[in-house]
């Protein structure tokens, strides 16, 4: 095969929508004024499942006292055992919602089935499609279909072709506001709940015009793990992170041995605000 069809094969099977070549220009996405992907520093912070209206409206005050610009927090809960929490599902987004209202954080929470839609655009500001939905077509088509912004995680046993794949599934379907996020993989080391490929945020922002977000929480499974991290991902080139931060991790209903407690995530905030400036206004 000559190289001129080769690289005509390669467009006509390749990232037509998500890739550089017909898109050279970083995608900046405007979420009611707050960009992601302008170089400055998105911070998604919140529990992991939404637990109760106290400890929502706790977190959303907390977070937003150091700076964070959405609140995180699943209603609907993939998790791989039936017998862990499932979330508080409606009454969870209705916390949500409640959330918002009295602080006016951004809201980004997790739609895990294309009949769900409706009602988590309601109530919040960018969908989430979990790892475990990163090749669910029909959902990543339904979210394809709406109107706001869509952050999609990376499948644990993802390969980056596969992920923006995935993301070509939603811009596919005319919405063109997609967010990746690297949440870690599946590798033989399980001294970390999963591996933080990093050299992936690297990679997708060369291949690809949509911001990047990472997830240290995930990744690493530890709290002790989740400064360094997000540090490192701030450097390698992510466009923001997620982070999950619960009152009182002891007590959380899910995920408290990766959750920052407020102090930790206090501190974690002011280094991170004196990196991102440093990184804008002396390397870039
Ligand atoms: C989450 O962010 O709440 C979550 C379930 O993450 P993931 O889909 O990356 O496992
Ligand atoms: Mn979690």
Redo the contacts with the bound molecule.
Sequence with gaps: MTNVMLSASNILNGFKLAGREFHPDSTVIDVDGIKIGDGSLVIMAGP??VESRAQLLETAALIQASGAQFL?G?AF??RTSPYSFQGLKHKGLQYLAEAREATGLKIIT?VTEADLVDDVLACTDIL?I????MQNFHLLQAVGRSDKPVML??G?SATIDEWLYAAEYILNEGNSRVIL?E??IRTFEDYTRNTLDLSAVAAVKQLSHLPVIV?P??STGRWELVAAMSKASIAAGADGL?I?VHPDPMKARC?GPQSLNPDNYRNLMSDLLKLSAFIRTELH
């Design positions: 992991c499942a995180r699943g809960k993939p997790e989430q979990g790892a475990r939905n995680k990376r644990m996020c949440r870690g997830d929480s995930h997620i999950e995920d």
